[in-house]
């Protein structure tokens, strides 16, 4: 079955730092990868989306890279701010066009001042 | 505004009482979901919602049951046959099913079972 593996462990830095989060999946070919910010108590709020054919896309201090190869996309925050503590969820989707869309279990970051 | 509202946001239920959460959508979206998450824990799907009056299973169906009579609306009912029905649930939709379009989540409703 389709399986879905983020960093159990919550990721501490120190501002300033960049975080790198990881999303790895197995049994799947998704067409394109999603990455959603969720805070405590809050819904999921979309950030990026990466498809097949794209090595890297970034946007303002995220940048997020699919390595279809090795099954894994990996999430960075550059210049980590404390305001971007929160859980990050990834979500790979497509390649058989049936809508679903399951999420990994998410990574909880904390920037610590 | 467009978006997804969920109600009710804090819910209580006895065991054996069977519960509905709402889910109203106003971006004309096609596709809806509903997750489920516990503490700690990812989503997990429940039930979506591609078209009106259509609808498959989730990862975790049982127990649940959803409607999608009208494009806007799909509601879930947490059934006296889910075993551990405390958790968050969220609801969500995006334009089509079958494209790589965002999801939009609702804040989401929290089921405690008494």
């Known amino acids: 079955s389709q399986k879905i593996e983020q960093n159990s462990e919550a990721l501490n830095i120190q501002e300033g730092k960049t975080a790198t989060l990881t999303c790895n999946y197995t049994?799947?070919?998704?067409?394109?990868l999603q990455w959603y910010r969720q805070d405590p108590g809050r819904g999921p709020v979309f950030l990026l989306l990466?498809?097949?054919?794209?090595k890297e896309k970034r946007k303002e201090r995220l940048k997020v890279t699919f390595d279809t190869t090795l099954k894994q996309s990996l999430f960075h925050i550059t210049a980590s701010q404390p305001a971007d503590s929160a859980t990050y969820l990834c979500?790979?989707?497509?390649?058989?066009?049936?809508?679903?869309?399951?999420f990994g279990q998410g990574t909880t970051l904390q920037v610590k001042p | 505004d467009g978006g997804i509202t969920q109600s009710p946001k804090y819910l209580f239920r006895k065991e054996g009482q069977n519960v509905t959460l709402s889910c109203e959508q106003n971006?004309?979206?096609?596709?809806m979901y509903w997750y489920r998450q516990d503490p700690g824990q990812g989503l997990r799907l429940i039930y979506y919602?591609?078209?009106?009056?259509?609808?498959q299973k989730g990862d975790i169906a049982e127990g649940y049951s959803v409607s999608r009579e009208k494009k806007e609306s799909f509601p879930l009912t947490v059934t006296s046959a889910q075993k551990n029905p405390t958790a968050f649930y969220l609801c969500?939709?995006?334009?089509?099913?079958?494209?790589?379009?965002?999801?939009?989540f609702g804040e989401g409703s929290r089921l405690t079972v008494l």
């Open positions: 990466i498809r097949e054919n794209e």
């Open positions: 971006l004309n979206h096609d596709a």
């Open positions: 979500a790979p989707g497509g390649s058989s066009n049936t809508g679903k869309l399951i």
């Open positions: 969500a939709s995006r334009s089509k099913a079958g494209g790589a379009g965002e999801l939009f």
């Open positions: 049994n799947y070919s998704p067409a394109y």
């Open positions: 919602s591609q078209i009106v009056n259509d609808f």
